[in-house]
T-cell receptor, first 116, second 116 residues
Framework: NAGVTQTPKFRILKIGQSMTLQCTQD?????MYWYRQDPGMGLKLIYY???????DKGEVPNGYNVSRSTTEDFPLRLELAAPSQTSVYFC???????????????FGPGTRLTVL | AQKITQTQPGMFVQEKEAVTLDCTYD???????LFWYKQPSSGEMIFLIY??????QNATEGRYSLNFQKARKSANLVISASQLGDSAMYFC?????????????FGAGTILRVKS
C-alpha cells in the first residue's frame, strides 16, 4: 500500500515551458486535491476532485489545469510556466468529507518546482 | 478574512517539557472539524489529531492532545514530553464546505524547535 505518490520529486522549468505533475493514490479514495506551498506559508488549494470526471477550482487555480479520468490518478498541468509558480506542490486524497480520524487527508511527498 | 490564525511563527521548547501551539479559527458553520498536521524538514505532511465541533471531549493521540475551547474558537495543540524528533513545522487546519464536498483551510504554521 503506497498511499499517495507524486512524480517528479524535483523539477526546474524555464519560463513558458509546460509540464504535468503526476499524482496517484491506491486507497480507493474519492476525493483528491492539489495544493501549493510557498516558502514559509501554509498550503493553498489549487484544484480538487470528488470523483472521476468531476473537478473544481480551489483558491489559486490560475495557470493550472486538472483532469480526473480514473479514481487513482489526478494530474496537474502547468501551461506557460511563470516564476510565480515556483513552489512545492502537494497532492492529497481523502475517502469522503473529512469527518476526522481515518477520514482525513493523506498527502504525497511533494514536488519541488522551480521556474527560472 | 483569515479563517485559521496561528500567531506563533516560531517556538522553542526544552526536551522533555510540554509545549502548546496556538490556533484560533473563524467560522459560522455549527458543524466543523479541526486538524493538526506536522511537517518535518523532509517536507511530508503527517496527520496528528482531529477535533470535531460536536465532540464532547478533547481529542488525544499519544503525546498529542488538543485543548479545544469552543467559545473562544481556539484549538491549541499540546505536545507533552517533547522529543528532538518533534522539531518541525506544525499546521492547524479547518474543514470548510465547498460546492462539491469539503476541503482543508490551513494556517500559516508554527515552527517548533526542541532543544537538548
Amino acid at each position: 500500500n503506497a498511499g499517495v505518490t507524486q512524480t517528479p520529486k524535483f523539477r526546474i522549468l524555464k519560463i513558458g515551458q509546460s509540464m504535468t505533475l503526476q499524482c496517484t493514490q491506491d486507497m480507493n479514495h474519492n476525493y483528491m486535491y492539489w495544493y501549493r506551498q510557498d516558502p514559509g506559508m501554509g498550503l493553498k488549494l489549487i484544484y480538487y476532485s470528488v470523483g472521476a470526471g468531476i473537478t473544481d477550482k480551489g483558491e489559486v487555480p490560475n495557470g493550472y489545469n486538472v483532469s480526473r479520468s480514473t479514481t487513482e490518478d489526478f494530474p496537474l498541468r502547468l501551461e506557460l510556466a511563470a516564476p510565480s509558480q515556483t513552489s512545492v506542490y502537494f497532492c492529497a486524497s481523502s475517502y469522503s468529507g473529512l469527518a476526522g480520524g481515518l477520514d482525513t487527508q493523506y498527502f504525497g511527498p511533494g514536488t519541488r518546482l522551480t521556474v527560472l | 478574512a483569515q479563517k485559521i490564525t496561528q500567531t506563533q511563527p516560531g517556538m522553542f521548547v526544552q526536551e522533555k517539557e510540554a509545549v502548546t501551539l496556538d490556533c484560533t479559527y473563524d467560522t459560522s458553520d455549527p458543524s466543523y472539524g479541526l486538524f493538526w498536521y506536522k511537517q518535518p524538514s523532509s517536507g511530508e505532511m503527517i496527520f496528528l489529531i482531529y477535533q470535531g465541533s460536536y465532540d464532547q471531549q478533547n481529542a488525544t493521540e499519544g503525546r498529542y492532545s488538543l485543548n479545544f475551547q469552543k467559545a473562544r474558537k481556539s484549538a491549541n495543540l499540546v505536545i507533552s514530553a517533547s522529543q528532538l524528533g518533534d522539531s518541525a513545522m506544525y499546521f492547524c487546519a479547518m474543514r470548510e464546505h465547498m460546492e462539491y464536498g469539503n476541503k482543508l483551510v490551513f494556517g500559516a504554521g508554527t515552527i517548533l524547535r526542541v532543544k537538548s
